[in-house]
């Protein structure tokens, strides 16, 4: 079991810059892969970026602004959030699904998720 609880959203300026965390429990957390998605009021839940070990992947919505980051050490994956846009806000979901060939093949899928955070909001103003 992972249990995974973000922070870090809120309200910002356009061109603004923020930092999502999720923090993790369980001793497993290294073995998992992490994503964060965002859901839009009336859209579907669209995938963000994700990665496992050395490896990241991102929406092309968000490349070279959005960057994924981990820290097994502290069971925490990270969301730095530059150059944002008013088309960025959303509720930030993170997401964990153990490694392996189903995620690798399948990462921007949120169905393939089977641990959820509760989301944190972003609202960027223009």
């Known amino acids: 079991q992972v249990q995974l609880v973000e922070s870090g959203g809120g309200l910002v300026q356009a061109e603004g810059s923020l930092r999502l965390s999720c923090a993790a429990s369980?001793?497993?957390?290294?073995?998992?892969?992490m994503a964060w998605f965002r859901q839009a009021p009336g859209k579907e839940r669209e995938f963000v970026a994700g990665?496992?070990?050395?490896?990241?992947y991102y929406a092309d919505s968000v490349k070279g602004r959005f960057t994924i980051s981990r820290d097994n050490a502290k069971n925490t994956v990270y969301l730095q959030m530059n150059s944002l846009k008013p088309e960025d806000t959303a509720v930030y979901y993170c997401?964990?699904?153990?490694?392996?060939?189903?995620?690798?093949?399948?990462?921007?899928?949120?169905?393939?998720?089977?641990?959820w955070g509760q989301g944190t909001q972003v609202t960027v103003s223009s």
């Open positions: 997401a964990a699904e153990p490694y392996g060939n189903t995620w690798l093949a399948r990462y921007k899928r949120a169905d393939v998720y089977r641990y």
């Open positions: 369980g001793r497993t957390f290294s073995r998992h892969a």
């Open positions: 990665g496992y070990g050395g490896s990241t």
